[in-house]
């Protein structure tokens, strides 16, 4: 998709933003009661949180052995939420390991070793140099091709990893492009004595023996040699590091540190890169990352993703130390993501991971993957950050990044868990609703008129039974912060409480609720199924599906978002039918909601046991995606006992899809994409693949 059309697609996003449930907050006859929000509470000790699970899941042998690292220059132009890196690593033997995006191969979740070649030392891009000097370049269909006029060679960088021109450093001092429509190199003029070169996206940086340091700036056209600028440094220069956006830091041998920004070309003095070992840029701002001497790693400037921490600011002006690296000799930054390597030739990473180039995290599961085992789990939840499980004891449990469950403190004694716009939401077995912060810290408890028997969220609503069997929606205002450079929603603001209208008669018998971000559905135990309509000045009221009966369940979508497509919903009949509904919003004049519509679509599916979100589990036993991503069917090893799924998109930005399972026997399997969100803020050790699949 080129430039424009993604521009275009993210402004029509921006027009169409907020067009789903608003309001004016006025005031109707439905409305039951005022309420409260209590105060928060004291933040819960969660420094105990990670325990094991009743069967730890299989630890994955870490990548050791390895002497350098780097990451690759990968960047989404949009910049429409989708933050693609790749990285390298390269051990003692000069076998070389790459994971993440590339050219050839969009996605690798975990390292996988270069075919073809031995004795490595550099990898750029689709280029490898050889311990002989030999420059090669990678094609995963074929095996590597050594390069005419391409020996003798020191170093090599490659613009734009996937399209861009490769520059070369001989023995000799020379500097040498290759350009994509070229066979043979040719000579960078007026450039001798060079010692080492460096790239950026576009750009590109020269260092000669004497220390001086040459900016060659491409970011606005093709790299021009004779517009080259020195920069002025007030001494030699003997460490460089470079971002993907030209911004840079620059030691010299006095010791001194100085951050050069590429619009003014200048630079300015950096005092703390000083005591730096080794130093990396990245991000979209100016992140910098540095080594001491003493092995740890410190970081300070834009805490894009959190890279610099979660619960740091935006912009981070006192460097903080990273936790969990010790004994660091090198460190390396991708746009959106860092690696680390250690004394012993371990390598770790954090940041973004939305192509797998953390290493460590599982990225795409296109099979039934098994995680372990965990007795007892009542319901799961996957409509926040990652999957959670209640378990019968009313106790609540997580995976971290790491794959191994932990209880989360401080829920207790819960029926359910929601959320609303990606706030948790518990009810307890007392009937008590609380908000929770992200991490299940601190909570508030929501002051209703009555005690709560069901809950769940939908869009900026939730939608309460209470124990006579009333109806209920709060209307919340998402108040929007900032954490770790991300935007999130901090808090749940509730504006409005009013009773949705369901014939009384029905009340009583409604079997389960459901949800999506255009509305309500609610199942009864005679198998029909309602939704709630709803006009910009009126309340939720449900309303018959047409069509349908002797549904026994229900299963959404949850669709792109920032658009007004169809919402699909699945319903599933006592004989394995499957139907469609398509849940619309009608707009009125001035983007005001006029209604909800909910339509059966004539095709069905037959022969279907089991359904959740996209997923099916047909009755002889196999699961496949209805129109989704993983359409080719596959056994299931043992019966399903629940499902949930979870699915995330903005526009054309990857974010997150996936369906978790708990057997008959308490095994937890996964099938998907970022199951455990697109980004890790803790450093990790990467991993290699023999134990992610079953």
């Not at 950096?270 to 080594?291: F, K, Q, S, W």
């Not at 993957?369 to 996957?382: A, K, N, P, S, Y």
């Not at 007392?430 to 969220?457: C, H, M, N």
């Not at 279907?608 to 993983?630: H, M, P, V, Y």
């Amino acid at each position: 998709m080129n430039t424009e059309k993604r521009i275009l697609l993210v402004l029509c996003s921006l027009l169409l933003y907020g067009s789903v449930f608003v309001y004016d907050g006025s005031e109707t006859n439905s409305e039951v009661s005022a309420f409260s929000v209590s105060a928060p509470q004291h933040p819960l000790d969660v420094s105990d949180t990670i325990i094991s699970g009743q069967r730890q899941i299989e630890s994955n042998e870490q990548l050791d052995k390895i002497v350098s690292i780097s990451t690759g220059k990968v960047f989404d132009a949009a910049g429409y939420g989708w933050k693609p890196g790749i990285s390298y690593a390269i051990d003692e033997d000069g076998t070389a390991w790459q994971w993440g995006y590339g050219k050839s191969k969009p996605y690798r979740a975990y390292p996988e070793q270069v075919a073809g070649l031995d004795r490595i030392t550099q990898i750029t891009g689709e280029f490898a140099l050889t311990q002989d000097g030999q420059v090669w370049r990678m094609d995963a269909d074929n095996p590597p091709t050594a390069l005419e006029g391409m020996g003798d060679i020191a170093a090599i960088q490659q613009l734009d990893e996937m399209f861009g021109t490769l520059f070369v450093l001989r023995n000799d001092g020379t500097v040498w492009q290759l350009k994509q429509d070229q066979t043979l190199p040719e000579r960078l003029a007026n450039f001798a004595d060079i010692r080492g070169i460096i790239s950026s996206y576009m750009s590109l940086f020269l260092l000669n023996d004497a220390g001086q340091l040459y900016y060659i700036d491409g970011r606005f056209g093709e790299i021009k040699p004779e517009q080259a600028s020195m920069v002025e440094v007030p001494h030699n220069v003997v460490r460089l590091a470079v971002g993907y956006n030209d911004a840079a830091l620059i030691q010299t041998g006095q010791g001194e540190a100085y951050a050069f920004s590429p619009d003014k070309k200048e630079i300015v003095r950096m005092p703390a890169a000083d005591e730096a070992v080794r130093m990396a840029v990245g991000g979209e701002g100016n992140t910098y990352l540095i080594v001491k001497a003493d092995g740890s790693v410190w970081g300070w400037g834009t805490n894009k993703d959190g890279i610099l921490g979660d619960d740091l600011p935006d912009q981070v002006d006192t460097p903080v130390r990273m936790e969990g690296l010790e004994h660091i000799v090198d460190v390396q930054m991708g746009t959106d993501h860092a690696l680390a390597l250690s004394s012993s030739g371990s390598v770790f990473s954090w940041g973004s991971n939305m192509t797998g180039q953390l290493g460590r995290v599982p990225y795409l599961l296109d099979r039934w993957t098994e995680l372990g085992t965990m007795d007892g789990i009542r319901q799961v939840v996957t409509l926040l950050d990652r999957p959670y499980f209640i378990k019968e004891d009313g106790s609540l449990w997580s995976l971290n990044d790491d794959l191994l469950a932990y209880e989360v403190k401080g829920p207790a004694r819960l029926r359910t868990l929601t959320g609303v716009s990606g706030v948790p939401i518990t009810l307890s077995e007392d009937g008590v609703v609380r908000i929770w912060s992200d991490r299940f810290e601190s909570y508030r408890t929501l002051d209703l008129p009555f005690q709560a028997k069901d809950i769940v969220g939908g869009g900026e609503h939730l939608l309460l039974r209470s124990e006579d069997d009333r109806l209920i929606t709060v209307k919340f205002k998402p108040e929007i912060g900032k954490k770790g450079g991300r935007y999130v929603t901090v808090s749940l603001i509730p504006e409005k409480m009013e009773e949705a209208q369901l014939d009384p008669t029905l009340t009583a018998r409604v079997k389960s609720l459901y949800a999506n971000h255009y509305t309500f559905m609610a199942l009864t135990e005679d198998g029909r199924v309602y939704y709630a309509d709803k006009s910009e000045d009126a309340p939720f009221a449900f309303k018959p599906v047409a069509g349908l009966q002797h549904i026994r369940q229900l299963a959404h979508e949850y669709f792109v978002r920032y658009t007004l497509e169809p919402a699909p919903v699945w319903a599933l009949d006592e004989n394995g039918r499957l139907f469609e509904i398509h849940v619309n919003q009608v707009m009125a004049s001035g983007r005001k909601l006029a209604a909800i519509e909910a339509t059966v679509l004539p095709e069905t599916q037959e022969g279907i046991k089991a359904i959740s979100g996209k997923l099916r589990i047909t009755a002889d036993g196999q699961w496949f995606e209805q129109d989704g991503n993983l359409p080719q069917r596959q056994p299931i090893p043992e019966e399903v006992r629940l499902l949930s799924s979870n699915y995330d998109y903005a526009i054309e930005g990857p974010g997150s899809y996936y369906h978790f399972i708990v057997t008959s026997s308490g095994t937890l399997a996964v099938i998907g994409y970022n199951p455990f969100g697109a980004l890790s803020s803790v450093p990790g050790s990467v991993v290699l693949p023999h134990a992610t699949t079953s």
